[in-house]
């Protein structure tokens, strides 16, 4: 069997076809997007949670709040008061866990802390028995100049 792709020159020979034959690539281009239609459903599967919203709630600074800062080193501050080690933290959080009303823990992190120094803080007052535990964060420059 045989197929003439166009008219025989005079001389015998063959012209060429000099045109791009797309329908290969109209063929991959479909079975490809058969493909991702296919599989994008089994990617996007995920357990349906109810995230929490972002808040940006103003400190209210309370005299029996507790203060507590973690520079960037790991180093750990009651205060303006560096504590030696987190025994020496647990110990005097549990002094003030059985205060009634129980005060809040307010954690201060510097941005380039490890995770590890603020957890540590956290076991803390988890071990000292401090029900409310919180971050101080700087709400973002946009937001401050639009409160004003």
């Keep these: 069997m045989s197929m003439n792709v166009g008219p025989a020159s005079e001389d015998g020979e063959e012209q060429l076809n000099n045109t791009i034959n797309t329908t290969p690539l109209v063929d991959v281009m ?3 997007l058969i493909i991702f239609l296919i599989t994008i459903p089994v990617v996007t599967q995920s357990i349906k949670l109810d995230l929490p919203k ?3 709630l103003p400190t209210q600074t309370k005299p029996e709040n507790i203060v507590i800062a973690v ?3 790991g180093e750990v501050y009651w205060g303006m008061e560096r504590m030696p ?3 020496a933290l647990v ?3 549990k002094v003030e866990s059985v205060k009634e009303p129980q005060p809040e823990v307010h954690i201060r992190g510097d941005s380039d802390v490890r995770y590890e120094s603020v957890g540590r803080v ?3 007052c988890q071990r000292a028995g401090i029900f ?14 639009r409160l004003n």
Excluded at 136 to 144: D, F, L
């Design 30 to 32: 479909l079975v490809l």
């Design 54 to 56: 972002e808040r940006n």
């Design 71 to 73: 520079n960037r080193d």
């Design 85 to 87: 080690d987190i025994e």
């Design 91 to 93: 110990s005097r959080l």
């Design 122 to 124: 956290v076991v803390a």
């Design 132 to 145: 409310k535990v919180g971050f101080i964060t700087e709400p973002p420059a946009g937001i401050a100049t």
